[in-house]
């Protein structure tokens, strides 16, 4: 064994599932459970709970509770204590403070309208920022946002899916709001500091965030913080075409009594094939093998239709 060998052989796993609590869980939701519990338990892992509770308009009360609950039921065994999202805005403003000092951040008064009026172009992620209030934020609204300013560089990463993935920020991005006018800290920032003060290593989750994740990696490096590896998981899509999700209504809820069936059928959907005998296998005896089988390497890096 050489002394890279060695040197991953030491650092273990310890990946996460983040949902929102904004409904029940569905058949997308439970492919990103599944997805980031067996990769890190595959290896001998860790596997941590965060609840991305950041914005609450859009937690529905009890919704958190209902899925924790759920996922014992399926067999889900987590590690360590839950993080809170909504018990962490002391946290995130220390860190927009230090980005502060390091002169990365600045003031942002403009509104939606102007933004949209001056925006070079408009990018996956919406109108790109053109970078206004760099200078200074006019006038004097008290109103503002904090935005951090991007480096105009590719950033590149290989997702462990996906393969390799390149965005330049400047120009399909612009500067990123870390904090909004109304208050509340942006999902960019809040993420990437759960994410390091919990020592994650793994970040699994759907392939929607593809594109998010190149704005947290520069958060990252503007944190100085050794990355994470990424795995996109595909996305599910209903009848539709739209992605699975609470908003399409009941289609693909997942309960405790179809709960083997989803599981399986989830299972499929990454890629693994498990055996026939296990066909009227627990939801628990599926995932144990699910945890001395799952092959990363199978998970096919393409956006599927699912019919329920
Ligand atoms: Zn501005």
Not at 30 to 39: E, I
Not at 100 to 122: K, M, N, W, Y
């Amino acid at each position: 064994m050489n002394q890279q060998q060695q040197n991953q052989t030491v650092v273990p796993v310890i990946g996460r599932f983040a949902p929102s609590p904004t409904g029940p869980l569905h058949f997308g939701t439970l492919l990103a459970a599944l997805g980031s519990y067996l990769l890190a338990k595959c290896s001998g892992g860790r596997w941590l709970l965060r609840i991305e509770d950041l914005d609450p308009p859009r937690v529905v009360p009890g919704a958190a509770e209902t899925m924790l609950r759920l996922l014992e039921q399926l067999g889900f065994e987590w590690d360590g204590e839950i993080v809170y999202q909504s018990q962490r805005y002391a946290r995130y403003q220390q860190i927009l403070g230090q980005l502060d000092q390091d002169g990365r951040v600045f003031d942002c008064s403009c509104t939606r309208r102007e933004i949209l009026a001056s925006a070079p172009h408009s990018g996956e992620e919406g109108p790109v920022y053109p970078g206004t209030c760099r200078g200074g934020a006019r006038g004097k609204r008290s109103e503002r946002a904090i935005r951090l300013r991007v480096a105009d560089e590719d950033i590149s990463y290989r997702d462990g899916v996906f393969g390799l993935q390149k965005q330049n920020l400047a120009e399909e991005v612009g500067d990123f709001i870390l904090h909004r006018v109304d208050g509340l800290f942006a999902y960019q920032l809040a993420v990437v500091v759960d994410d390091i003060d919990t020592g994650i290593t793994q970040v699994v989750r759907g392939a929607d965030l593809l594109s998010s994740t190149p704005r947290q990696i520069y958060l990252y490096q503007c944190l100085k913080v050794a990355l994470p590896e990424y795995f996109h998981l595909p996305l599910a899509f209903g009848d539709n075409g739209k992605k699975l999700s609470k908003r399409n209504g009941d289609i693909g809820l997942v309960t405790v009594e179809n709960g083997s069936a989803m599981v399986w059928r989830a299972l499929e959907f990454l890629g693994q094939s498990p055996p026939e005998e296990l066909f009227h296998a627990t939801p628990g005896e599926l995932l144990c093998w699910g945890r001395n089988n799952f092959q990363a390497a199978t998970i096919p890096a393409e956006n599927r239709q699912v019919r329920f």
